[in-house]
């Protein structure tokens, strides 16, 4: 078990193919299926009724122990390996800089999300806590042994950032608020500073503000999708899942009142069929909001509702990864930007030789995310190969070397003209 994963890895993305982006009409998820009335509502787990003991890793070829949040969270193979508690090497990496905690329950999340490999529909084969998600295991941990290491470490801490993932759920609000006192309680947030990815639907905005006053430091909407029809095909209504767009805004803007610039955000996934203009319009609209947006490259998820649907092109990925990193860093509009008649990006507003540099810097490509201790621009989160394999690495969780940018230039295809 590693990140270098997976079985089912759609390579339509490498260059020489002939896709150049996903288009909507190509991005349609498959229906869910019945799920039978023995397996709904992580039925299994409960009846068996395993009790935990201590580190749970996922394995579908034994009884789950029932683990639930706020005692249980679980972790990223990546946070496991840099935390200690279980062995394993990442290519290339050393560590993860960001400890990313997911709430978990027998029942599991509630919603349909079609790319996602949490989704409800999955509770007919594989239980919560073995499913995997942005392409890898998420190791089960009691929350106190968490955070008795992080303490222990102190200074020597590898993890510049904590981030608690809520899914939906009915306890999730009052969860994330338990996970984040038991956090404060022996962590000094100013050291590792805490970020809240979260969940609108279950949410109010006394929530936001009652995750600020406990010390929270970014919140982030997993907004996911770049339009609202792509928003209601892969998490609405189109896949029999509760969240509303409308919500999710709602809950964006509470945010921005609340933590204010700079401190709040949203995560959005590249290439379910929205066009580079649609994504980059809503880049452009966060940042004059105040906020930042998070990058994710589609990957179609084993047991998803859209693992039959290729990854984003490469060559799509890099003219967006590029073209954000210049509005929400680098002072550039995406009315500066330019356009062809299928919205992709031809010009990125900028005279050659500083997008020559921009380029160069590489920063661009890196994973985006809320910050570390680096710099501003260096995100903390680096999820090593959560959105590719890493034989063809969408988003860098390192900074990419002279070989990885030569790479990267070919696979920004489109000629880069003067803006
Ligand atoms: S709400 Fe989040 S965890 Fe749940 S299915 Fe959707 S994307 Fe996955």
Not at 224 to 246: E, L, M, N, Y
Request: aromatic residues 8%; contains cysteine; glycine residues 8%.
């Amino acid at each position: 078990m590693s990140c270098v994963k997976q079985s089912g890895e759609a390579e339509s993305g490498l260059p020489g193919t002939d896709l150049e982006f996903n288009a909507y009409a190509s991005m349609q998820p498959r229906v869910p299926g019945q799920t039978p009335v023995e397996a709904r509502n992580g039925r299994r787990v409960k009846q068996a009724a395993v009790p935990p003991q201590g580190v749970y890793l996922p394995n579908n070829n034994v009884l789950t122990p029932q683990m639930r949040s706020p005692e249980y969270v679980q972790m990223s193979n990546a946070a496991a390996i840099t935390l200690g508690i279980m062995p394993g090497k990442m290519h290339r990496c050393g560590c993860t800089r960001c400890l990313n905690l997911l709430l978990t329950y027998p029942e599991g999340c509630r919603a349909n999300c079609a790319y996602c490999g949490l989704a409800r529909h999955r509770e007919a084969e594989r239980d919560y806590a073995d499913r995997n998600f942005i392409r890898v295991d998420w190791p089960a941990v009691p929350m106190q042994q968490v955070v008795d290491i992080v303490a222990r470490d102190g200074e020597r801490s590898p993890f510049h950032r904590m981030c608690i993932s809520m899914i939906t759920h009915p306890d999730s609000d009052a969860d994330t608020v338990a996970v984040l006192k038991t956090w404060t309680a022996k962590v000094d947030p100013s050291t590792i500073p805490v970020s809240i990815l979260s969940n609108p639907t279950t949410m109010q905005r006394d929530d936001v503000a009652r995750l600020k006053d406990l010390g929270a430091d970014i919140f982030t909407v997993a907004l996911d999708a770049a339009t609202p029809a792509i928003f209601d095909r892969t998490r609405g209504k189109g896949v029999q899942s509760p969240h509303k767009w409308q919500k999710y805004w709602e809950i964006l803007l509470d945010a921005r009142d609340i933590f204010g610039p700079q401190k709040f955000g949203a995560h959005i996934i590249v290439g379910m069929g929205e066009t580079e203009h649609e994504v980059l319009s809503l880049v452009q609209q966060l940042v004059d909001l105040g906020g930042h947006s998070h990058l994710f490259s589609f990957f179609p998820e084993q047991g998803s509702l859209m693992d039959h649907l290729p990854s984003t092109p490469r060559d799509q990925w890099r003219r967006v990864q590029l073209a954000r990193y210049l509005i929400d860093y680098a002072g550039v509009r995406v009315e500066q930007m330019s356009f062809d008649a299928e919205g992709r990006v031809t010009g990125y507003g900028l005279p050659q030789a500083e997008l020559d540099d921009a380029v160069n810097q590489g920063i661009a490509f890196r994973t985006s995310g809320c910050p570390g201790k680096f710099r501003d621009d260096v995100s903390a989160c680096d999820r090593p190969y959560g959105d590719s394999p890493p034989s063809n690495i969408a988003s860098y969780p390192f900074q990419p070397n002279k070989k990885d940018l030569q790479k990267i230039r070919r696979q920004l295809r489109i000629p880069v003209v003067q803006g």
